[in-house]
């Protein structure tokens, strides 16, 4: 019989993932569905490893100058767009 390496990873509960990542249920399911978190199911059970979810959060970080699209730049204000007459 061949030794097998015993995995020192820790496995979470689907809600401690969730407390974890700071995310509700349903959007967990989404990403696992989605194929962005790997998932185990041992019998009725869903488990996922402290790794993985360490490693998807590493992958999930933001690098600075990708949100530009969230905030445009500003076309100028009424005040500068209506010609006052005096």
Do not use: N
């Not at 407390?19 to 059970?45: A, H, N, S, W």
């Amino acid at each position: 019989m061949l030794p097998v390496a015993k995995d020192k990873s820790r496995w979470l509960s689907t809600r401690e993932a969730c407390d974890e990542l700071g995310i509700t249920l349903r959007t967990l399911y989404r990403i696992i569905d989605e194929g962005k978190l790997p998932c185990y199911q041992f019998g009725r059970v869903y488990r996922l490893k402290t790794d993985d979810v360490e490693s998807f959060l590493a992958h999930a970080r933001v690098k600075p100058g990708e949100l530009a699209h969230l905030y445009p730049e500003p076309r100028g204000t009424e005040v500068d767009e209506v010609e006052t007459t005096s």
